[in-house]
Antibody, heavy 120, light 107 residues
Framework: QVQLQQWGAGLLKPSETLSLTCAVY????????WTWVRQPPGKGLEWIGE???????NYNPSLKSRVAMSVDPSKNQFSLNLNSVTAADTAVYYC??????????????WGQGTLVTVSS | DIQMTQSPSSLSASVGDRVTITCRSS??????LNWYQQKPGKAPKLLIY???SFRGGVPSRFSATASGTDFTLTISSLQPEDFATYYC?????????FGQGTKLEIK
């Protein structure tokens, strides 16, 4: 059974850098895109971006200037950095696995979510 | 970028009702459309992928269709555990946008 477990700092000050890591247990790390999604309190889901095991990335253009994702296949882990955070970045951040098949791709396994609050 | 427009944004219904949620993409996405269910305080859960393929364990009261850029999710007879927020997502191209969500509430 595939499990994703994520961790990182939950309280940041404006202008600091958000850093989260997600570890994958129980399945292959290669052959998938590893994704970050966030959800501001009481609002909908926003796709942040994705990275594969080779380090190839796709980012949401709305966040591209501040986002960096990295991957460590030796540890089955991937990470998200978001710099220069503001209160607008306050959200629950989820990691997830994107399974790419011939008829499409879908997020089939998710982490538990991490609430990140940006406040002075 | 492809925009996903979901409707309605909220829906009040009773146990046993039939409800339909619609998602429209701004460009053709073939059948690269997924539906997720999210309950309060929980991560989203994949229900349907590739527009109409069911993930294992999804009850048969759920159905999904696709027609051009219009996609629907129907629950034929609502059960108490179905009250949640539902999101569509296109995975045809990056950025892989979500719809704004449909909150299904008990009447």
């Amino acid at each position: 059974q595939v499990q994703l477990q994520q961790w990182g700092a939950g309280l940041l000050k404006p202008s600091e850098t958000l850093s989260l890591t997600c570890a994958v247990y129980g399945g292959s790390f290669s052959g998938f895109y590893w994704t970050w999604v966030r959800q501001p309190p009481g609002k909908g889901l926003e796709w942040i971006g994705e990275i594969n095991d080779s380090g190839s990335t796709n980012y949401n253009p709305s966040l591209k200037s501040r986002v960096a994702m990295s991957v460590d296949p030796s540890k089955n882990q991937f990470s998200l950095n978001l710099n220069s955070v503001t209160a607008a970045d306050t959200a629950v951040y989820y990691c997830a696995r994107l399974d790419v098949e011939s008829n499409g791709a879908h997020l089939d396994y998710w982490g538990q979510g991490t609430l990140v609050t940006v406040s002075s | 970028d492809i925009q996903m427009t979901q409707s309605p944004s909220s829906l009040s219904a009773s146990v046993g009702d039939r409800v339909t949620i619609t998602c429209r993409s701004s460009h053709s996405i073939s059948t690269h459309l997924n539906w997720y269910q999210q309950k309060p305080g929980k991560a989203p859960k994949l229900l349907i992928y590739a527009a109409s393929s069911f993930r294992g364990g999804v009850p048969s009261r759920f159905s999904a269709t696709a027609s051009g850029t219009d996609f629907t999710l129907t629950i034929s007879s609502l059960q108490p555990e179905d009250f949640a927020t539902y999101y569509c997502q296109q995975t045809y191209s990056s950025p892989r946008a979500f719809g704004q969500g449909t909150k299904l509430e008990i009447k």
